[in-house]
T-cell receptor, first 114, second 114 residues
Framework: KQEVTQIPAALSVPEGENLVLNCSFT??????LQWFRQDPGKGLTSLLL?????REQTSGRLNASLDKSSGRSTLYIAASQPGDSATYLC?????????????FGKGTKLSVIP | SAVISQKPSRDICQRGTSLTIQCQVD?????MFWYRQQPGQSLTLIAT?????????ESGFVIDKFPISRPNLTFSTLTVSNMSPEDSSIYLC???????????FGEGSWLTVV
C-alpha cells in the first residue's frame, strides 16, 4: 500500500527566503506526482505535475523535482511571499490501467512572515 | 484546465439527515472523483464516477452511505446519508484533465454535522 509522507508538517519563514518542501513515497511504481496548494477551508489548486519519466518541472517561482528510484520529491519555492502561505500537498498516482486514484500526504503548512 | 463548481460550499447539518453535494464542470470529462478530507487528515478517495455506469467505491465506502449520480459528462452529485458527527469533513469533487494526466479539484464542500 502506497504511503506518502511530507516533512516538515509546518514551516515558518521570513518573506524573501527560498525554501524546500519534502515529499516521500513508499512505492516507486508511480505514474506521476502532483503538487497542490490548499488555502484554509478551500479546495486544491494544482501547482505542478511531474510524469514518472521526468526529473523536474518549473512554473514561475516553483520548481518540483522527482527521484522516483529513491521515492522522493521536493518543491522549491524561490523568494517566498506572504501570499504563498498555504498548505502544500503532494500526491502520487499509481501505475496501472484505469488507475486514477491519488494518494496524498498530510501536507506542509507554510507561513511566510512579512 | 477545468473549472469545477461545487454547491454548497458550506453547511451545518443535523445528525441523521442527508445532504446532496453538486459538482458542475465547465467542460465534458470522462472521469470524475469524490474525495473526503477529515479534519487534520489527508484526502481519501471515496469513489470514481463515470457517466453511464455505476460508481466504483473504494474500500471503506459504500453506496448506501454515499450514493453518487453521474447523469452527464459535466455533472455529478454525492449524497452523504444519515449523517453523524464523524461525517464532518470537506468533500471535494475532482476530474481528470483533458490530457489525461492532471487531476483538478473543486473548491470543496465543508460539512459540519451537529
Amino acid at each position: 500500500k502506497q504511503e506518502v509522507t511530507q516533512i516538515p508538517a509546518a514551516l515558518s519563514v521570513p518573506e524573501g527566503e527560498n525554501l524546500v518542501l519534502n515529499c516521500s513515497f513508499t512505492d516507486s511504481a508511480i505514474y506521476n506526482l502532483q503538487w497542490f496548494r490548499q488555502d484554509p477551508g478551500k479546495g486544491l489548486t494544482s501547482l505542478l505535475l511531474i510524469q514518472s519519466s521526468q526529473r523536474e518541472q518549473t512554473s514561475g517561482r516553483l520548481n518540483a523535482s522527482l527521484d522516483k528510484s529513491s521515492g522522493r520529491s521536493t518543491l522549491y519555492i524561490a523568494a517566498s511571499q506572504p501570499g504563498d502561505s498555504a498548505t502544500y500537498l503532494c500526491a502520487v498516482r499509481r501505475v496501472g490501467a484505469g488507475s486514477y486514484q491519488l494518494t496524498f500526504g498530510k501536507g506542509t503548512k507554510l507561513s511566510v512572515i512579512p | 484546465s477545468a473549472v469545477i463548481s461545487q454547491k454548497p460550499s458550506r453547511d451545518i447539518c443535523q445528525r441523521g439527515t442527508s445532504l446532496t453535494i453538486q459538482c458542475q464542470v465547465d467542460s465534458q470529462v470522462t472521469m470524475m472523483f469524490w474525495y473526503r478530507q477529515q479534519p487534520g487528515q489527508s484526502l481519501t478517495l471515496i469513489a470514481t464516477a463515470n457517466q453511464g455506469s455505476e460508481a466504483t467505491y473504494e474500500s471503506g465506502f459504500v453506496i448506501d452511505k454515499f450514493p453518487i449520480s453521474r447523469p452527464n459528462l459535466t455533472f455529478s452529485t454525492l449524497t452523504v446519508s444519515n449523517m453523524s458527527p464523524e461525517d464532518s469533513s470537506i468533500y471535494l469533487c475532482s476530474v481528470l484533465g483533458g490530457t489525461g494526466n492532471t487531476i483538478y479539484f473543486g473548491e470543496g464542500s465543508w460539512l459540519t454535522v451537529v
